[in-house]
């Protein structure tokens, strides 16, 4: 079956540093994925659409200046967040789109 | 803006009992639904999804979902569950008709079966 990767699988970083997560589609080519945040005890919460060749599109409330999205190629978007703060800490999980949303295993943030 | 709920944080169950994990949503207009499985220490995996024609739909590992429209509900079924469907389920909807688009996703629902 189709696999996302994402890395990395967690990260520890410091405040006002930026962090950048890959999420790969490894054996299918995908010009849209997505990108979650998940809470401790929350469901996925949509963060943006990522279209390769295209800017991301943000759901409401999104600071697209601070989460920065990049799909450069069929198989790579990216994911940076920029000076990141404590309650950037979360559960970040991509998915491509190829008939269906195959879901990455997720990266884990913690920011001090 | 659609939500989705779930009717159950945790449920707990013995091997062999029935399930029944309850969804419904809020969107008037086309809607397309699916049922998300999270093993532990494992990614989101596709149980079955609903798009159009026959409302109950069967997906992997014995699983079974029914739509209903009137009610704007997607419960997911299984006769007879076994220690390995231990796991975190989501409903999803994904509405507005666009295929495999924009998914809002429910809170989970936790299963533990006990052997």
């Known amino acids: 079956g189709a696999v996302v990767s994402q890395h990395p699988s967690w990260v520890i970083c410091k405040s006002g540093t930026s962090v950048k997560i890959e999420c790969r589609s490894l054996?299918?080519?995908?010009?849209?994925m997505f990108w979650y945040r998940q809470f401790p005890k929350q469901s996925l919460m949509l963060m943006a659409t990522?279209?390769?060749?295209?800017?991301?599109?943000?759901e409401q409330g999104v600071e697209k200046d601070k989460f920065l999205i990049n799909h450069a190629s069929l198989t790579l978007s990216t994911l940076t967040v920029t000076s990141a703060h404590p309650e950037d800490s979360s559960f970040y999980i991509c998915?491509?789109?190829?008939?269906?949303?195959?879901f990455g295993p997720g990266t884990r943030l913690l920011v001090l | 803006a659609q939500s989705v709920s779930q009717h159950n944080h945790h449920v707990i169950l013995s091997e062999a009992a029935s399930l029944e994990l309850g969804c419904n949503y809020s969107?008037?207009?086309?809607?397309?639904l699916f049922w998300y499985v999270q093993y532990p220490g494992q990614h989101l995996q596709l149980l079955l999804k609903?798009?159009?024609?026959?409302?109950l739909v069967k997906g992997i590992k014995g699983f079974e979902a029914e739509f209903i429209k009137s009610k704007f509900s997607f419960n997911l079924r299984k006769p007879s569950v076994q220690w390995s469907d231990t796991a975190e389920y989501f409903c999803?909807?994904?509405?507005?008709?666009?295929?495999?688009?924009?998914?809002?996703f429910g809170q989970g629902t936790i299963l533990t079966v006990h052997p």
């Open positions: 998915s491509a789109l190829y008939e269906t949303q195959y």
């Open positions: 054996d299918f080519q995908a010009t849209t």
């Open positions: 990522s279209n390769e060749g295209s800017k991301a599109t943000y």
């Open positions: 969107y008037g207009g086309t809607v397309n």
């Open positions: 609903y798009f159009s024609g026959d409302p």
């Open positions: 999803a909807v994904n509405a507005g008709g666009t295929s495999y688009g924009k998914l809002t």
